[in-house]
């Protein structure tokens, strides 16, 4: 009868709801353990390395400190969280390439966003923290160290990408596209467990998901993830220490003599600085152009499970599995505002 028929309906579409929500928690608990096992190795490890080389322990190699926090991630904890994430099953679609034309524009748009990011996220902490917060991705970065291309250029892009793009939308994009690059850009975010980083990691997050929810090929988002930590870790450090920037800020400028010394001994740096940051003031205020008169471009699809409007935040969001990840992230974020982890 027609009343048997509506009750099956209702009953199949709270069927799919049900699944959709366990899913989206599954992936929520992936996440966790990804998290919790992350966390306790880097501790674990760090406290065997003050263990053997006491208040040496501060100045351990970058390379050992990239080490004891990256190996662990990579190697154990992401593993581990792809375990239960596996339960869901992934969309396979068809793969489509992309021009060099289209990558360059979208990579452009990523500076205004990495850019406007990075200051949001620092005058955040520093307001919340009076001023302590110490970012010590930064810190690592200003070192020049070879490490920083191994682990922040290379290895970094290839293994988060993998897991917050490939892992997360595949399995995710069947209940809609925005709502699938919006939960994969605020996990990916605030896996970085600090707020210096969590607005830009935000941004990008949703133009490499968009990258990667048009294309199905990992290696756009992957090299466009590359280009912008070289940039942010590499190259924008190496830039600023060919000046000295400790004589810049103590020298009297007002003093011909000491005025003219400075620019005997910064000026080639100096010009290459002030080239630098115009370039990236060029190139930024591009990319806002672009942002703007390129929205209309685009493109979202509806998906096979698409979820109704406004039910997709409360199905992905409002799971047991993503409350406990989101809580954890803002516990650890605090935590480390004010130098507590």
Aim: contains cysteine.
């Amino acid at each position: 009868t027609g009343a048997q028929s509506d009750r099956l309906g209702k009953g199949t579409a709270m069927d799919w709801l049900t699944q959709a929500r366990w899913r989206f928690g599954r992936i929520g608990a992936g996440a966790c353990v990804m998290l919790a096992v992350w966390v306790a190795l880097n501790m674990a490890l760090s406290m065997m390395l003050v263990q053997a080389m006491g208040q040496n322990a501060v100045n351990a190699p970058i390379w050992l400190q990239f080490l004891i926090s990256s190996g662990p991630l990579y190697l154990i904890a992401m593993p581990m969280g792809l375990m239960l994430m596996k339960a869901v099953p992934e969309l396979p679609t068809r793969r489509f390439p992309m021009t060099p034309g289209r990558f360059f524009t979208l990579l452009l748009m990523c500076l205004p966003i990495m850019y406007g990011g990075n200051i949001i996220g620092n005058l955040l902490s520093m307001a919340l923290s009076g001023g302590t917060a110490q970012n010590a991705i930064a810190n690592l970065a200003m070192a020049n160290d070879p490490a920083m291309i191994v682990f922040g250029v290379i290895l970094g892009p290839i293994f988060e990408e993998w897991m917050f793009r490939k892992q997360i939308i595949s399995r995710t994009r069947r209940y809609g596209e925005k709502l699938s690059i919006l939960l994969s850009a605020l996990m990916f975010a605030l896996f970085h467990l600090n707020l210096f980083q969590f607005f830009y990691a935000f941004g990008l997050g949703l133009m490499f998901g968009y990258v990667y929810m048009r294309t199905s090929q990992l290696r756009y988002s992957i090299v466009m993830h590359m280009i912008v930590n070289f940039n942010g870790s590499v190259l924008a450090p190496w830039v600023f220490s060919q000046v000295d920037l400790e004589a810049l800020a103590t020298t009297d400028t007002t003093d011909p003599a000491a005025a003219q010394a400075l620019l005997a001994q910064n000026g080639a740096g100096m010009m290459l600085v002030s080239g630098y940051g115009l370039l990236l003031i060029a190139l930024s205020i591009a990319g806002v152009v672009l942002l703007v008169t390129k929205r209309r471009t685009f493109e979202f699809y509806t998906t096979p499970e698409q979820l109704p409007k406004g039910l997709g935040g409360q199905t992905a969001f409002g799971n047991p599995g993503m409350v406990i990840y989101i809580a954890m992230c803002a516990a650890l974020i605090a935590l480390s505002m004010y130098g507590l982890f």
